[in-house]
Structures are given as C-alpha cells and as structure tokens.
C-alpha cells in the first residue's frame, strides 16, 4: 500500500508563488506516473500535471502550462509542483495522484487511472 501527503498549500496573492509537495510512503516502488489534480468549489476534479517515473516525460493542463513546474525527486520519494505567477483562478484543493503502471499522454489526465490519492492541501489566490 502507498500513502501520499501533500503539503505547501496555503493564502497568498495574485502574482505570487507556491511550492506544492507530495510525499510517498509505503510500497513507493510500486508508483510510476503522479500527477496534480485540484478542485474549486462546486467544480468537478480538473487535471493540472503529471510526471512519468523517470521524471522524462511531463504533461500539463493548457491553463497552468508555462506558470506550473512539476517535478519528482525518486531518492526522497517527492514530487513536487512549482507554482508562479499564480491567479485567483487557480484557488482549490491539490491533490496528488499516482499510478501502478506507466501511461502517457492524454491518459495521464484520466482520473481512474490512478490508485493511490493523497488528503488534499488548500491552495488560496486573493485578488
């Protein structure tokens, strides 16, 4: 079993940064590919980055792509997400996600294809 917890939510303002973490523990050789998820109130899951094993391979959601980095570091089994230049339209609950086997492209946006879900963490954007 896999447990993913998220951290480095938070309030902050228009313009500014964040650095999302996720952290794995447990069977962590099992994960390949994570990825971002968020949710704003009263909207559905909406996808925002993925990253393959190897940290090779990324994939975002045309409304972060060029603001948003993510990237993974397999030796502290953390996956993190660089957030800049950040609007008030990026304010939900993040969410990681990761997977028992390797998928790409636009499958990497699909929710089920993920086993393992961290708690969330609160990212809030004030105009």
């Known amino acids: 079993q896999v447990q993913l917890v998220e951290s480095g939510g938070g309030l902050v303002q228009a313009g500014d940064s964040l650095r999302l973490s996720c952290a794995a523990y447990?069977?962590?050789?099992?994960?390949?590919?994570v990825a971002w998820f968020r949710q704003a109130p009263g909207k559905e899951h909406e996808f925002v980055a993925a990253?393959?094993?190897?940290?090779?391979?990324?994939y975002y959601a045309d409304s972060v792509k060029g603001r948003f980095t993510i990237s993974r570091d397999n030796a502290k089994n953390t996956v993190y997400l660089q957030m800049n230049s950040l609007k008030p339209e990026d304010t939900a609950v993040y969410y990681c996600?990761?997977?028992?086997?390797?998928?790409?492209?636009?499958?990497?946006?699909?929710?089920?294809?993920?086993?393992?879900w961290g708690q969330g963490t609160q990212v809030t954007v004030s105009s």
């Open positions: 447990g069977r962590t050789s099992s994960i390949y590919d």
């Open positions: 996600a990761a997977d028992r086997s390797p998928n790409t492209g636009v499958r990497l946006t699909l929710r089920g294809i993920y086993d393992y």
């Open positions: 990253i393959s094993r190897s940290g090779s391979s990324t």
